[in-house]
């Protein structure tokens, strides 16, 4: 019952059709018409699921609904590769898409085998690594100072003309330093102002800069910003951590959108590395004062020699954010993984450098805690505010029930970002220390809105699983902690809880929101099944940062799932990170994980009575996070990314303190 025309093709008919195409190759595949329809072509090649294509509970599948609704094209599809080189029959049987005219032609092939330049390229990629390896370890072991001083000598052999011209070269770079020789007198000033004066002031030139809709005022109050953070760069990353979930509101910047927590990275990043700059450029002009004499500061030897001093974690990061650049090599959607790839990858790992390299005492980081707790908080009263006068803001869920969503555009980013910032506030207020002072009866006051805010998102993640595990886990340590005994109180626990999820079933609209046999959870088994297949066609790198739903609505969604399409990702921790970096990704991804979970583990056992209740917290929002992960997302949103690197920068920090080393990444110091 098949319908042809010249221009269009075959087009299926409503009782479904089939075609036999026999061919002689190792490939084969179909031209097709993809668009916002819903079909699928169902394909055997001599009697055996196509081998190219993932599958679904009726056989190997080739999806025809574009992965933007948006487009409709003509597509090349392979279904089978790798075949024994000779002749094939290629089966069809269509499901749906009738008058789409679906089908547009055919293709056969012949491909020598690739396993040879695969190998060629593994050694490639394998010999670079260790080429980079054996380079650092030879700079670490170098001696510095001979190439510096023959580089003096080399200066010194230039002609007048070729002095002249390097002169002016060095004044044009000293220039973007050179308006902080005034800096002695202008740090002085702003030294005097004091922790609290300092925090105003830059508080409000935060401000001033966002909200101004002049851009001659945007830039002066960029500038002033740029000034105060090079000064204290505590209260650029205090900045950072206070609007990590803004990320959601962005304000245009020419032709460009920036998020706040983005802006105030780069600054803060910026004037990190001017800092820096100028003390290289201190230390050059000491260097080549202190001519050829024997014993001369080392210029880079210092450096270097603290690579041994990394902790696991600063690997474990850098690994992952190699990995996850290679993978856009391998990526079909490259706009919208280089997105993901700048504001979830690269500039979290810039916040986390920041935390590591900035030298931040005790009191700095505290501000930093209190300000990421104050995020939260803003997070937690926006959307109570909008429970109570905002309506039109909730989303309406299941029965009717109403779920308050923040800033965000989900209310289950609520639960996932409150899970962060509620254990912290549970542990201070419960395992706190008379030295914290007031910090531990505010920490406990601001639980209750923030606890209101994530049962309120009605997030099945947060209520069923994160926040139960992280506050058993708090409980647990508290417990421990007063010598009394924890099980009888689990159980207890675990007694009410069960308890009321059972009396919330009888609420007709929080019972259909709660239900674990709803529709949400059997699209969830489907969706964790079509991740499977997605890993593993790709399971090296992955399917690309942010190429999930493109992947999944375009090729791997099961039939039973269709009424569900528009899915981002796989929601499951380890699917998550498999999916869209491959198993080298999941493995970077569990290096880290795994780095701070046993650096928290050391703190909680070996490290001081003062940041105990610190590491407490942190280790109950790695608890959320791996809970909530299960069946939500756990890192790749950049609100989540920022946090699990606050929190493994802050747990880094306070290993260093426990063990009374110097900073592993050493600078040179600040002006503070």
Known sequence: NWRFSPEYGADISESGDAVTFRFWGTDVGLRVRRADFRARLYISVDGQPANALPKDENGSMLILTSADPAQDFISSEWVAKNLAPGPHTLEITASR?????????????????????????????????????????????????????????????????????????????????????????????????????QLALTALMASIFYVTPTFFIFTVALLALFLLIYFRPAWGIALIAFTIPLYVRPKPI??????????????TLAAFMLARIKGLLDRVKQRMQAGTAAGGPPLFTGFLSHLSNWRMIDYAVLAFTLIATLSLFFTDRLDVATNEWRVVILEPALFYLLLRASSLN?????????????????????????????????ITAEGGLMRLRSFFGSPNNVGLYLGRVFPLLAAVALLGQPAHGRRRWLY??????????????FSKGALFLGIPGSAMFIFWRWQRAAGRRTWPWLIG????????????????????????????????????????NMITDHPWFGV?????????????????????PDLS????????????????????????????????????????????????????????????????????????????????????????????????????????
Request: glycine letters at 12%.
């Open 254 to 267: 020419i032709s460009y959108r920036f998020s706040p927590v983005e802006i105030f990275t780069l600054i």
């Open 97 to 197: 898409g009738w008058d789409q005219w679906a089908l547009n032609g055919f293709i056969a092939a012949y491909s020598p085998s690739e396993t040879n330049y695969k190998w060629a390229l593994f050694g490639l990629i394998l010999t670079a690594l260790l080429s980079t390896a054996l380079a650092v370890d030879a700079g670490r072991r170098a001696d510095w100072s001979v190439t510096l001083n023959a580089l003096a000598a080399g200066i010194r052999g230039l002609s007048h003309l070729r002095q002249l011209i390097l002169t002016a070269f060095l004044a044009a770079l000293v220039s973007l330093t050179g308006w902080m020789t005034w800096g002695q007198q202008a740090a002085g000033l702003y030294r005097r102002l004091g922790d609290s004066g």
């Open 444 to 457: 406990g006051l601001l639980i209750v809105p923030v606890l209101a805010a994530a049962l309120l998102s």
């Open 544 to 564: 690309g940062l942010d190429n999930f739903l493109y992947a999944y609505r375009g090729r791997y969604i099961l039939d039973a799932a269709w009424q569900e």
């Open 493 to 532: 626990f675990a007694t009410v809880g069960v308890a009321g999820i059972v009396g919330l079933q009888f609420v007709p609209q929080i019972g259909e929101r709660l239900s674990l046999r709803g529709a949400t959870g059997v699209f969830r088994v489907n969706l964790w099944k079509a991740t499977v």
């Open 362 to 394: 005790e009191r700095e980081m505290w501000i930093v805690i209190d300000a990421f707790v104050l995020g939260g908080l803003l997070v937690a009263g926006y959307g109570l505010w909008q429970y109570g006068f905002d309506r039109e803001s909730l």
């Open 569 to 672: 990702h796989p929601h499951n921790i380890l699917l998550d990170f498999g999916s869209r970096l491959g198993l080298l990704g999941l493995a970077a991804g569990g290096w880290m994980i795994g780095s701070l979970g046993k650096s928290l583990w050391r703190q909680l056992s070996q490290g001081g009575v003062y940041w105990m209740p610190i590491g407490v917290g942190l280790a109950g929002g790695l608890v959320h996070m791996l809970l909530h992960g299960l069946v939500d997302h756990s890192f790749f949103l950049v609100d989540l990314a920022f946090a699990f690197y606050f929190m493994s920068g802050l747990a880094a920090w306070m290993r260093n303190r426990d063990l009374g080393d110097s900073d592993p990444i050493p600078v040179t110091s600040q002006t503070h």
